[in-house]
């Protein structure tokens, strides 16, 4: 921890000059709140970045080109997409009807990586949805553990899980999956 952030915490008058508290307890849920969001950013841009290289690269996969013809014809005009690789149209075979809105930014950015770029934002935002809502649950626990807060623990792991989870990265690597747009929606319900 720098000297300005160790002078930033309040010290009592037990502790010692470099805040004889042990470094969990220096560190309260509204620093894990901004330190996670700060560190949820950079997976997106390491994601967004990603995404780029990926479709750079042209390491597609054959689903992702389905859903890229459809949401390339819908931004350009053609509401009722034929897909032309399986061989009826897009809306009778997947009824994905969110595809419609998200084609929009297919107008105005008609690239493959603006579709990959939506997936990205949509997963981190509900990660950060998520780990927002795990941060207020919480702050409700209080409790000590070997003088930890408890709080502080719970929020450090969710965030830790949240970012080190493998099957993310996984899903949002060379295709699109519509899962990753509902997410959104999905976390958003469950919170209120």
Known sequence: MSALAAEAI????????LGGRSAWQRWDLRRI??????????QLVFLLVWSQILAD?????????????AWWLIGHGDLNPFDTLFRFPFWEGHG????????????VWPHAVTQLWEQDLAAVGAEAIAFVW????????????????VSSLLASTGLVLLVA???????????????MIGL????LIARQ
């Not at 690269?57 to 013809?69: A, E, I, W």
């Open 10 to 17: 309040p010290v009592t008058p037990g502790d010692s000059a």
């Open 96 to 107: 994905e009807f969110l595809l419609w809105p998200l084609a929009l930014l297919g107008a």
């Open 184 to 187: 959104v929606f999905c976390v």
């Open 57 to 69: 690269r042209f390491s597609l996969t054959f689903d992702f080109s389905n859903y890229h013809q």
């Open 33 to 42: 709140r901004q330190v996670g969001l700060g560190v949820l950013g950079l």
């Open 165 to 179: 989870d493998p099957w993310m990265y996984w899903a949002l690597s060379a295709d699109f999956h519509f899962e």
């Open 134 to 149: 795990l941060c207020e649950i919480a702050g409700s626990v209080d409790a000590t553990w070997r003088g930890l807060r």
